[in-house]
């Protein structure tokens, strides 16, 4: 079995920062990509930022320049350090991470989310 555990949400103000934390674990074999995605009320999930077990990154428009994803690869450990955030940010943010356990296949795995809320 595998689990996804963030940490690090909470109640900002506008301008302020934050930083998400994500440990896999369990029988794992690999990970490939991991990232974080985020869902406001009345939205669909949309993503917030990837990175690949080399280090390549990917953002969404709405985020760069303001928030940096980082791994540890030996930790199996994801980042998001969210600067500047705007009450737009606010959402229930989900670690994502394409695992390869140490018996099957691939699959994508999520965690249970956490919320962040940006006070305007």
């Known amino acids: 079995q595998v689990q996804l555990v963030e940490s690090g949400g909470g109640l900002v103000q506008a301008g302020g920062s934050l930083r998400l934390s994500c440990a896999a674990s369990g029988s794992i074999f690999s990970i490939n990509d991991m990232g974080w995605y985020r869902q406001a009320p009345g939205k669909q999930r949309e993503l917030v930022a990837d990175?690949?077990?080399?280090?390549?990154?990917n953002y969404a428009d709405s985020v760069k320049g303001r928030f940096t994803i980082s791994r540890d690869n030996a930790k199996n450990t994801v980042s998001l350090q969210m600067n500047s955030l705007k009450s737009e940010d606010t959402a229930v943010y989900y670690c994502t991470a394409q695992i390869t356990m140490k018996i099957g296949p691939q699959y994508r795995y999520w965690g249970q989310g956490t919320q962040v809320t940006v006070s305007s």
């Open positions: 990175i690949t077990s080399g280090g390549i990154t």
